[in-house]
T-cell receptor, first 116, second 110 residues
Framework: EAGVVQSPRYKIIEKKQPVAFWCNPISGHNTLYWYRQNLGQGPELLIRYENEEAVDDSQLPKDRFSAERLKGVDSTLKIQPAELGDSAVYLC??????????????FGPGTRLTVL | GEDVEQSLFLSVREGDSSVINCTYTDSSSTYLYWYKQEPGAGLQLLTYIFSNMDMKQDQRLTVLLNKKDKHLSLRIADTQTGDSAIYFCAENGGTYKYIFGTGTRLKVLA
């Protein structure tokens, strides 16, 4: 069974440019998460979806970040415009059960973003 | 607020045991997790323990939980060079919102 798929794996852009990341969760997983991992740190949650609904986006910087999961499967995270401080690894994770706090999250390989 | 702390580095010789430690603050955590991250890769779930357990063993991995002291440890027996990676502990604080530690970089010397 395929794991969580993310693309691109690496992205280098200049500041003020837009960028988008794509995630395909494990088949059948209803809950999807986007995390940001700064260098030398653990991941921090940005947004959580249950099906197509964003049920927690409290940590998402809404002035420049947006996300969507239109059909409740794939998801896209966008930054516009990017800033130097956005350089990080953006991780997508998914879990099977809706609303189950103890359900295990499975992570993709991440997209490493470098903003110059 | 919630906080999870880990030591940054650990170096062991191949064949020895490794013990990676973690302390957390949120007593409402129901599950605690250990993830492994190899260079350029995502986080791989290694094991987890329910908060009403003291110990869990899974092949070369042993997790010990001291709920009173809010201390979690991961022991890797017979450590191999392939175990070199960053290890993260995480708590779920009784919700879906995982709080990760800063990670412990394990280096295994041949």
């Amino acid at each position: 069974e395929a794991g969580v798929v993310q693309s691109p794996r690496y992205k280098i852009i200049e500041k003020k440019q837009p960028v988008a990341f794509w995630c395909n969760p494990i088949s059948g997983h209803n809950t999807l998460y986007w995390y940001r991992q700064n260098l030398g740190q653990g991941p921090e949650l940005l947004i959580r979806y249950e099906n197509e609904e964003a049920v927690d986006d409290s940590q998402l910087p809404k002035d420049r970040f947006s996300a969507e999961r239109l059909k409740g499967v794939d998801s896209t995270l966008k930054i516009q415009p990017a800033e130097l401080g956005d350089s990080a690894v953006y991780l997508c994770a998914s879990s099977l059960i809706l609303g189950a706090s103890t359900d295990t999250q499975y992570f993709g390989p991440g997209t490493r973003l470098t903003v110059l | 607020g919630e906080d999870v702390e880990q030591s940054l580095f650990l170096s062991v010789r191949e064949g020895d045991s490794s013990v990676i430690n973690c302390t957390y603050t949120d007593s409402s955590s129901t599950y605690l997790y250990w993830y492994k991250q190899e260079p350029g890769a995502g986080l791989q779930l290694l094991t987890y323990i329910f908060s009403n357990m003291d110990m869990k063993q899974d092949q070369r991995l042993t997790v010990l939980l001291n709920k009173k002291d809010k201390h979690l440890s991961l022991r890797i027996a017979d450590t191999q060079t392939g175990d070199s990676a960053i290890y993260f502990c995480a708590e779920n604080g009784g919700t879906y919102k995982y709080i990760f530690g800063t990670g412990t970089r394990l280096k295994v010397l041949a």
